[in-house]
C-alpha cells in the first residue's frame, strides 16, 4: 500500500482524518506494523521504566543507564522473565530500591562466605581444594540461582545503603597461592563468577607455588577483588617474647596499615577490605583496621552475615570438607525467626 500526504496536510485535515488513515494504514500492515509504529522506545513511572531492548543491550548496560550503577544488573533481572531479553521486547527497569536489609515478616537475609585457600588436581591437605570438586561446588552455585558479589556489594548492605540479590554469597581465597590463578580462576570463569582475594605482601611473587602482581592485575581485570590479608601473616593478636608494647604496636601498624598502602599503589585501587590471619584479632587490631581505612573486615568465625553485623567481624566459613551436603549447609542466605 503506498502512504501519500505530508505532516502539513496531516494537520490541516484535523485528528479525525488521521485516525481513519491509521484504520486503513492498520489494516494493510498489520497490528505489528502499527504497534511498532506507535511505540515509544521508554515509559517511565516513578517506580519503574518500560525499555525497549535494542540489539546487544544487557542487564548491566540497563542497569549503568537507569540505575547509574552496573553491579545492580541483578535487579533488572530479577524484575524479569529470562525469555524477555529479546530484542525488540520491553524489560521493566526497577527505579525503587528494594528492601536494603532483606527483612521480611519471616526473617532477615544474611551473606554466607566461603574461604578457600589452595587448589589441585588433587589434594591431601584439607586446607586444599581438589579442582573437580571445587567445579561441582560452583556448578551447584550456578545452577541453584546463587549471584557472588564483592567486598563493595557487601560494605554497602552492611551500611544499609544498598540491597544486594537474595542469593547472595561471596567466595574467599586467603593466602595468594598461585593456584588460585592457575586452577580455581579458569573454573570461576566457566560459570560466570569472581571472587574476593586476600594477599599478604611477603608471599608474592617469592616462587613458583606463589601469585605474582602481574596476574593479580590480570584478575582484577576480570573483576576480582583483592585485598589485604598482612604483610607477612603474623598472629595480630598475640604480642611476640621479644617485643616491648611499642614494638608490638609497630608490628600491628606494619601489617594493617603498610600492606594497604602497598596494595594500593601496585594495583591502582583503595582497598577496602581487611582479613584477619588466622582469623586472630583483638580490640586493637580491630580499632587499627579500622583506622588505617578499611570498610570491612573478615575473620574464620562460622555463620552467615545479616546487615547487622558488625563490619570489622564478618564471619566465614572455611570449606575444608568434600562433601556436597556439608557444602550446600554453608549457603544460609535467609535466617527465619524461631516459631512460638
Known amino acids: 500500500m503506498a502512504?501519500?500526504?505530508?505532516?502539513?496536510?496531516?494537520?490541516?485535515?484535523?485528528?479525525?482524518?488521521f485516525l481513519i488513515f491509521l484504520a486503513v494504514f492498520s489494516g494493510c500492515a498489520g497490528p505489528n506494523a502499527i504497534s511498532t509504529l506507535m511505540?515509544?522506545?521508554?515509559?517511565?513511572?516513578?517506580?519503574?521504566?518500560?525499555?525497549?531492548?535494542?540489539?546487544?543491550?544487557?542487564?548491566?548496560?540497563l542497569a549503568e543507564k537507569y540505575l547509574k550503577d552496573r553491579r545492580l544488573a541483578w535487579m533488572v533481572e530479577d524484575a524479569n522473565p529470562k525469555e524477555t531479553f529479546l530484542p525488540d521486547r520491553f524489560v521493566v527497569i526497577?527505579?525503587?530500591?528494594?528492601?536494603?536489609?532483606?527483612?521480611?515478616?519471616?526473617?532477615?537475609?544474611t551473606v554466607p562466605i566461603l574461604c578457600y585457600h589452595r587448589f589441585a588436581p588433587s589434594c591431601d591437605s584439607p586446607l586444599c581444594m581438589p579442582a573437580g570438586i571445587f567445579e561441582q561446588q560452583v556448578r551447584y552455585l550456578k545452577e541453584n540461582g546463587y549471584r557472588v558479589i564483592g567486598p563493595e556489594a557487601l560494605a554497602d548492605f552492611l551500611d544499609y545503603r544498598k540491597p544486594i540479590p537474595k542469593n547472595a554469597v561471596m567466595i574467599s581465597v586467603d593466602d595468594g597461592y598461585r593456584s588460585v590463578y592457575d586452577v580455581?580462576?579458569?573454573?570461576?570463569?566457566k560459570y560466570g563468577f569472581?571472587?574476593?582475594?586476600?594477599?599478604?605482601?611477603?608471599?608474592?611473587?617469592?616462587s613458583s607455588q606463589a601469585i605474582t602482581w602481574d596476574q593479580l592485575r590480570e584478575l582484577k581485570r576480570e573483576g576480582f577483588y583483592i585485598g589485604s590479608h598482612s604483610i607477612a601473616h603474623s598472629d595480630l593478636a598475640k604480642q611476640k617474647k621479644d617485643?616491648?608494647?611499642?614494638?608490638?604496636?609497630?608490628?600491628?601498624?606494619r601489617e594493617i596499615f603498610t600492606s594497604k598502602q602497598i596494595i594500593d599503589e601496585k594495583l591502582s585501587q583503595?582497598?577496602?577490605?581487611?582479613?584477619?590471619?588466622?582469623g586472630r584479632r583483638n580490640q586493637t587490631v580491630v580499632s587499627l583496621a579500622r583506622q588505617a581505612g578499611y570498610k570491612i573486615a573478615v575473620t574464620v568465625d562460622r555463620g552467615s552475615n545479616p546487615f547487622f553485623t558488625d563490619p570489622f567481624l564478618i564471619k566465614r566459613d572455611q570449606i575444608l570438607k568434600r562433601d556436597m551436603d556439608r557444602f550446600a549447609s554453608r549457603l544460609k542466605t535467609f535466617n527465619y525467626y524461631p516459631l512460638e
Not at 3 to 17: A, F, Q, V
Not at 94 to 109: E, S
Not at 243 to 253: C, N, S
Open 194 to 206: 569472581t571472587a574476593t582475594l586476600f594477599i599478604y605482601i611477603d608471599y608474592v611473587g617469592v
Open 94 to 109: 526497577p527505579l525503587v530500591i528494594p528492601n536494603r536489609a532483606g527483612i521480611t515478616d519471616k526473617g532477615y537475609q
Open 39 to 61: 511505540r515509544p522506545d521508554v515509559y517511565r513511572s516513578d517506580e519503574r521504566v518500560l525499555h525497549r531492548l535494542k540489539p546487544g543491550e544487557t542487564p548491566e548496560m
Open 243 to 253: 617485643e616491648d608494647g611499642k614494638a608490638y604496636l609497630a608490628r600491628l601498624k
Open 270 to 278: 583503595d582497598t577496602i577490605i581487611f582479613s584477619y590471619p588466622f
Open 3 to 17: 502512504l501519500t500526504g505530508s505532516r502539513s496536510t496531516l494537520l490541516s485535515t484535523g485528528l479525525p482524518l
Open 184 to 189: 580455581a580462576f579458569p573454573i570461576l570463569k
